[in-house]
Nanobody
Framework: QVQLVESGGGLVQPGGSLRLSCAAS????????AGWYRQTPGKQRELVAT???????NYADSVRGRFTISRDNAKNTAYLQMNSLKPGDTAVYYC??????????WGQGTQVTVSS
């Protein structure tokens, strides 16, 4: 059974930092691409950052230069380091993994709130 468990969300002041983690089980994590998405009420889920199995990285323009995605295949975990957080970054953040020939899997989401 595939399971993705996100952690690291919370309340932070503008300008602060958080690191999200996505721990995967039930898959050979190293051959999957991984990504972070976010969603606010009434809006579609949007891409934040992705990292392929080979380490190629892509960022949304809104987070480039502030967020860093990474992965540790030995720990079956993907990370999202978020710096210089803004109120507009407030959302539920979801982890997603997918393979070239397999279905995608989603985590349950973790709330990030940026507020003074």
């Amino acid at each position: 059974q595939v399971q993705l468990v996100e952690s690291g969300g919370g309340l932070v002041q503008p300008g602060g930092s958080l690191r999200l983690s996505c721990a995967a089980s039930g898959i050979i994590f190293s051959i999957y691409a991984a990504g972070w998405y976010r969603q606010t009420p009434g809006k579609q889920r949007e891409l934040v950052a992705t990292i392929t199995s080979g380490g190629n990285i892509n960022y949304a323009d809104s987070v480039r230069g502030r967020f860093t995605i990474s992965r540790d295949n030995a720990k079956n975990t993907a990370y999202l380091q978020m710096n210089s957080l803004k109120p507009g970054d407030t959302a539920v953040y979801y982890c997603k993994v997918w393979g070239s020939t397999t279905r995608a899997y989603w985590g349950q989401g973790t709330q990030v709130t940026v507020s003074s």
